[in-house]
């Protein structure tokens, strides 16, 4: 059986990004997570979208994610405007139809960190990709998804530590 692991940071009900990097207040190598706020700074000609991470002990770090002209004349005004939510990166979401594809029948999600308890179907429906919820349910009434090793719900709450384990 070929497995798959991911470790998950959730931040209600959302997916936090963890980066490893030093960092030269604390002078060591330290895990910096994403606060899910972003920065916007201009210089006259460009606008560059910042996104902050902080480490265990709030120092904070800036990761430049794009920069954008400050006028384009080719860019309808509907394009203009910057986003107000987090951006959503495909990346990060989890392709069964793929894993599937190259050789993976088992997917295990450690959640090593969650704000607050989340529904698994919508916290796996929102991470998984080529998959409603509704299938989600039905995987979990068919017990080709466990949390703990245990048979669920389709309503069970998701905790900090669990493990969810995905038979595809």
Not at 23 to 43: A, E, I
Request: hydrophobic share 30%; net charge positive.
């Amino acid at each position: 059986m070929n497995i798959i692991t991911y470790n998950w940071s959730v931040h209600n009900g959302e997916k936090v990004e963890t980066v490893v990097k030093y960092c030269p207040n604390c002078g060591k190598v330290v895990n910096f997570y994403d606060t899910l706020m972003r920065r916007h700074n201009s210089n006259g000609k460009n606008i560059y979208k910042f996104t902050i991470f902080k480490c265990e002990k709030n120092h904070t770090w800036n990761r430049k994610e794009k920069i954008f002209k400050s006028y384009d004349p080719k860019l309808e005004i509907k394009n203009r405007d910057f986003p107000n939510e987090a951006p959503q990166n495909d990346n990060e979401k989890i392709n069964l139809v793929t894993h599937l594809k190259n050789g993976f029948n088992k997917i295990c999600i450690n959640i090593n960190y969650l704000d607050e308890p989340v529904r698994i179907d919508k916290l796996l429906g929102n991470q998984l990709i080529d998959i409603s919820r509704n299938q989600i349910c039905s995987l979990i009434k068919e017990g080709k998804i466990l949390l703990n090793k245990n048979t669920i719900k389709n309503h069970t709450a998701v905790k900090e530590k669990d493990t969810i384990e995905i038979f595809i």
